[in-house]
């Protein structure tokens, strides 16, 4: 597919049905170049994808998010596989005006990154024989819908296990959260992501007996109560290109927050479509010498150049080949896309 008739289908709302009190519409399932998007790949890119208000349902590939949608409030997306190339968003309840429609598809976008041009780096990853399979639609990350929510999940990922992680961010939705139409008594799902106003307005011990964030709490008040009092503006990390601030700058803006380090740099910029940082922790070290069959874990300077020749893109490189096996059969997930 060329550039031309990718914008063609790009066009934001390709079909709406209203029936049975479900709103849905359809969505292409291309980059910005045409680039295929192999769906599945997107819903597993990582961890932070299955983490409410995000939920995955392997069986069926369905992937919901509950999302603030202007004036009707909190709502759960679906977003499943529709007919070829196309993806399709639904929402239960009340239906959508065209206006709130439109920002539901934009948010679908967001998401799933299909605003992202990543033509340069399949250009590269094309003549690499161990990352040549990504060219048949992966490499898109799921990301939420503001780098406030990246933020606060990131740092819930330190120092801890998933489980932890888990725990800290369910409490956090559940109760902080805004509750979308049909959302269970209790439990994260069917909410939105707290604000920042949210959680900076939960007390200390909140974070302690009900989040159990441990010393994260401190962290996660401090950031919370920042970008609530418009002090610490993280969503214009989202929108400023790297010709006005580069990703040195960036890094060194998130490290300067409470409770990111390094790596929480690296990961929150793998959601930022900043991919030159590669994320080199407890985990991504002895799985890379694994599938290397080594015992012992590489130095990271050698890390480092394995994915040097990728530029802008070695972090998403890296991150890619540690996740190759997440989906185990190699054929594309759908019949039309092509290798």
């Known amino acids: 597919m060329g550039l031309d008739e990718a914008l063609i289908v790009s066009s934001p709302l390709v079909r709406q049905g209203r029936g049975g009190g479900t709103w849905s519409a359809e969505f292409p399932l ?13 819903f597993l890119s990582h961890g932070i994808a299955s983490l409410p208000p995000m939920r995955l349902d392997e ?18 997306l679906a977003i499943s596989q529709a007919r070829p190339g196309h993806g399709l968003v639904s929402v239960a309840g009340e239906p959508l005006t065209s206006e709130v429609g ?18 340069p780096f399949y250009a590269v990853a094309a003549d690499d024989p161990d990352l040549n399979w990504v060219v048949r639609g992966a ?52 909410r939105a992501f707290p604000t920042a106003e949210a959680m900076a307005a939960a007390p200390d011990h909140f974070y302690k007996k009900v989040a159990g964030a441990g010393y994260r709490g401190a962290y996660l008040k401090a950031l919370s109560t920042a970008v609530a009092e418009g002090r610490v503006d993280l969503e214009s990390l989202g929108r400023i290109s ?41 985990w991504t070290r002895p799985t890379y010498a694994r599938l290397l069959g080594r015992k012992r874990p590489f130095s990271d300077r050698t890390i480092v150049r394995r994915f040097a020749r990728y530029g802008p893109y070695a972090g998403l490189a890296f991150w890619l080949f540690l996740t190759r096996d997440w989906i185990t059969d190699e054929a594309p997930s759908y019949p039309w896309v092509q290798p």
Not at 110 to 116: F, N, P, Q
Not at 165 to 179: D, F, S
Request: hydrophobic share 45%.
């Open 242 to 282: 790297r010709d006005a601030l580069s990703d040195d700058e960036v890094a060194a803006e998130l490290q300067a927050l409470p409770g990111v380090g390094p790596y929480a740099a690296a990961h929150i910029m793998l959601m930022l479509g900043r991919y030159s940082r590669l994320i080199l922790d407890s």
């Open 139 to 190: 490499g898109r990350m799921v990301r939420s819908p503001t780098v406030f929510e990246d933020v606060v999940k990131t740092i819930c990922t330190t120092n801890t296990s998933w489980g932890g992680t888990t725990r800290m961010v369910n409490a956090l939705v559940e109760h902080l959260g805004e509750k979308a139409p049909g959302a269970p008594a209790s439990g994260p799902h069917g």
């Open 102 to 119: 439109s920002a539901a598809i934009e948010q679908v976008r967001h998401v799933l990154s299909l605003d992202l041009d990543l033509t």
């Open 59 to 76: 069986k069926a590939w369905t992937f919901e998010i509950t999302v603030p949608l202007g004036a009707v409030g909190a709502r759960t």
């Open 30 to 42: 291309v980059g910005p170049a045409g680039e295929l998007v192999d769906l599945r790949r997107v």
